[in-house]
């Protein structure tokens, strides 16, 4: 689950000292956060709660939600890694809908935001996504796109293969999985 407690707030000066008889600028107030049935990061776990019961339709309203309250907060910290993870969740939800245009839309999104084109190499965090977004693709039928990005998947673990993450190995099983039931 991802909770935001007071130690992950950026630190802030509680006290104002005049030094040189030049006081320096005023302290920024925290933002306010949504109440707490709208904050993002209850939203985000709600999500994700709902699509481990397999409530595909709940968890895309959550996480369009969560998108929705993270877009209209301003936050002192970048948002660029939970808009990640509630587009990644987001696009599952799609696919299992069987919204797959959609799903498909938001796997590039994700992609984009990453940086990842089709013509450049993968780093083993960057292959999942496209490991979902392979399955999507069969999921719609487009089989040789699916292939295309489950060939770049294995590229990527051979890549990372030499070094001590399992992670690798494991993306690698459940990509030659998806590719089994092409």
């Given amino acids: 689950k991802r909770i935001m407690n007071e130690q992950d707030k950026p630190n802030r000066p ?3 000292q005049i030094i040189g008889g030049v006081q ?10 949504a109440p707490a049935d709208e904050n993002f990061y209850t939203l985000l776990n709600k999500a994700d709660d709902h699509m481990e019961f397999e409530e595909h339709q709940l968890a895309f309203d959550s ?12 936050l002192p ?6 808009i990640h993870a509630a587009l990644v969740g987001k696009a599952k939800a799609l696919s ?11 796997f590039d999104e994700v992609l984009a935001m990453d940086g990842v084109s089709d013509s450049l190499e ?13 399955l999507a693709l069969v999921y719609a039928g487009r089989n040789e796109e699916a292939m ?14 030499g070094g001590d993450s399992s992670g690798p190995i494991r993306l690698l099983a459940l990509t030659l999985s998806n590719i089994g039931s092409l």
Wanted: glycine content about 2%; hydrophobic content about 45%; aromatic content about 8%.
């Fill in 148 to 161: 295309a990005c489950y060939r770049r998947v294995i590229a990527a673990c051979r890549r990372e293969r």
């Fill in 96 to 106: 299992r809908l069987g919204r797959y245009p959609e799903a498909l839309a938001c």
């Fill in 77 to 82: 910290w970048d948002p660029k890694l939970d």
């Fill in 14 to 16: 509680v006290a104002i």
């Fill in 24 to 33: 320096p600028p005023a302290i920024t107030p925290e933002p306010e956060l």
């Fill in 122 to 134: 993968l780093a083993v965090w960057q292959a999942y996504t496209v490991m979902d977004k392979g």
């Fill in 63 to 74: 996480y369009d939600r969560a998108l929705a309250v993270l877009r209209t907060v301003n």
